[in-house]
């Protein structure tokens, strides 16, 4: 499956952001989607993860009740929903594609990768 996340940019502490994440290629339900962030001079984190069906989602702990994950199979279409976004929520974001739920925070068990998109948020 082939990946193209957007609606990164430059915002102020406190306000909102809704990436987006679209898919071709494959048949999108059968993947769970992941979102992951890249840090300057950090590793890879695992940010949200939602199953194929919409059904369960999983977050990073420090993270929960401001950012929310979703996603529209017909429109093969995953989003991340980011709210009172802080300056240490700076980085790349990735969306990514595994078949296995339950490998879900792990980066290496991703199969596909879209191109990041960066989100800045100053103070």
């Known amino acids: 499956v082939q990946l193209q996340a957007s609606g990164g940019g430059l915002v102020q502490a406190g306000d909102s952001l809704r990436l987006s994440c679209a898919a071709s290629?494959?048949?999108?339900?059968?993947?769970?989607m992941g979102w992951f962030r890249q840090a300057p001079g950090k590793e890879r984190e695992f940010v949200a993860a939602?199953?194929?069906?919409?059904?369960?989602?999983d977050y990073l702990d420090s993270l929960k009740g401001r950012f929310t994950i979703s996603r529209n199979n017909p429109r093969n279409t995953v989003y991340l929903q980011m709210n009172s976004l802080k300056p240490e929520d700076t980085a790349v974001y990735y969306c990514?594609?595994?078949?296995?739920?339950?490998?879900?925070?792990?980066?290496?068990?991703?199969?596909?990768w879209g191109r990041g998109t960066l989100v800045t948020v100053s103070s």
């Open positions: 990514a594609a595994t078949g296995y739920w339950v490998n879900r925070k792990s980066p290496d068990d991703y199969d596909s």
């Open positions: 939602i199953s194929g069906g919409g059904s369960f989602t």
């Open positions: 290629g494959r048949t999108f339900s059968n993947y769970a």
